[in-house]
Nanobody, 119 residues
Framework: QVQLVESGGGSVQAGGSLRLSCSASGYSCMGWFRQAPGKQREWVSYISADGDTRYTDSVKGRFTISKDNAKNTLYLQMNNLKPEDTGMYYC?????????????????WGQGAQVTVSS
């Protein structure tokens, strides 16, 4: 199992921005998930090999997923952050061309990056 490496978490006030990065290469589909304290891990976004992107409703218009194939890096730009965005964020990779919104659709995971948004 390949371990993905994340970076870029931190603490910000509501309305602030953060960018998460994840070093990875070759995957057909890559996604971001998050887990708030006491809650199950939830899907946030994915990007397909063709660059098609999808977002969960709560982050639409605020978060942007992208990838730089030359740098083998996946990004999640998070703007206008809210306290409810607080949690551990995980990047995930899949070798399957179809992108899923569930954890079971991904085989490789990062160690997680903490994002804390204060009001």
């Amino acid at each position: 199992q390949v371990q993905l490496v994340e970076s870029g978490g931190g603490s910000v006030q509501a309305g602030g921005s953060l960018r998460l990065s994840c070093s990875a290469s070759g995957y057909s589909c890559m996604g971001w998930f998050r887990q708030a304290p006491g809650k199950q891990r939830e899907w946030v976004s994915y990007i397909s090999a063709d660059g098609d992107t999808r977002y969960t409703d709560s982050v639409k218009g605020r978060f942007t997923i992208s990838k730089d194939n030359a740098k083998n890096t996946l990004y999640l730009q998070m703007n206008n952050l809210k306290p409810e965005d607080t949690g551990m964020y995980y990047c995930a990779g899949s070798w399957v061309r179809y992108c899923y919104r569930t954890e079971q659709g991904y085989t490789d995971w990062g160690q997680g990056a903490q994002v804390t948004v204060s009001s």
